[in-house]
């Protein structure tokens, strides 16, 4: 039988959360079927509303899994992040109360921008 080998480096973890990761990979995806299209649904939903003020898909689905996991995390790309589009970033996160701060670094020397994402 095949087993799921991911691994999750998570500080909060919940069995629910993690049940597809600690049992065989039929069990455990049929076990929570129903939460996870929960999970996708409203995964999907931020991620649209997110993207439609400007900002780039992969910055998009990141920022989506923190608001719905409810996980600060922090990542490095080389997309323009204008200081407009922060302003509005942070409008709708304030407006849709997601509870999480964003602060965008840029790193001038390497035309690189630091995302930080941190649950409040």
Request: charged share 25%; proline share 3%.
């Amino acid at each position: 039988m095949w087993q799921s080998t991911l691994k999750c480096n998570c500080r909060r973890s919940s069995a629910a959360s993690h049940a597809a990761l600690r049992f065989p990979f039929p069990y455990g995806l049929i076990k929570n079927l129903s939460s996870q299209k929960a999970f996708m649904s409203r995964f999907e939903e931020v991620k649209a509303e997110i993207m439609g003020i400007g900002v780039a898909e992969h910055d998009a689905m990141v920022i989506a899994d923190c608001v719905v996991t409810r996980k600060s995390c922090s990542w490095v790309n080389t997309d323009e992040v204008s200081d407009k589009l922060l302003l509005d970033l942070n409008n709708l996160v304030k407006k849709n109360n997601y509870g999480i701060v964003i602060k965008v670094q840029p790193v001038p020397t390497r035309s690189k921008f630091i995302w930080e994402i941190k649950v409040v």
